[in-house]
């Protein structure tokens, strides 16, 4: 599977839930490629911004889409990595902001 074709799997089930992917098409794809690196490297998707652990249990909350992505895209309009975003956020309808890292310290890899 490539980038394009990750895309096109998970838009059919994110945008009908009010997700989508970012409109830079060159960082969504680079995103998407980080997906399947980490696919790859762990067996799952990791989120591409984070470091892993390689424990699955443990980097549950960073399996894309992440446990942080409903709250960052309702308060930003975009999850931490602006991989997936609002309508509004695309549309340039709300202000494009820094999305801390809702991730608890303690959660990082060590």
């Known amino acids: 599977m490539d ?3 990750l895309r096109e799997r998970l838009r059919r ?3 009908p839930q009010g997700y989508f992917f ?3 098409e060159a960082r969504t794809l680079e995103l ?3 997906l399947l690196v980490n696919v790859d490297r762990y067996g799952y998707m990791s989120c591409p911004c984070r470091l892993a652990s390689g424990d699955r249990d443990r980097d ?3 399996i894309c889409p992440c446990a942080y992505r409903e709250a960052d895209v ?3 309009g975009s999850c931490y990595c602006g991989l997936y975003v609002s309508r509004e956020w695309n549309e340039e ?3 494009r902001v820094y999305v801390p890292e ?3 310290p303690e959660r990082f890899s060590a």
Do not use: F, M, T
């Open 3 to 5: 980038p394009r074709d």
């Open 13 to 15: 089930l994110q945008e």
């Open 22 to 24: 970012n409109r830079d």
């Open 32 to 34: 998407l490629e980080g």
């Open 60 to 62: 549950a909350d960073i």
């Open 74 to 76: 309702r308060e930003y």
């Open 93 to 95: 309808r709300v202000p």
């Open 102 to 104: 809702r991730r608890p």
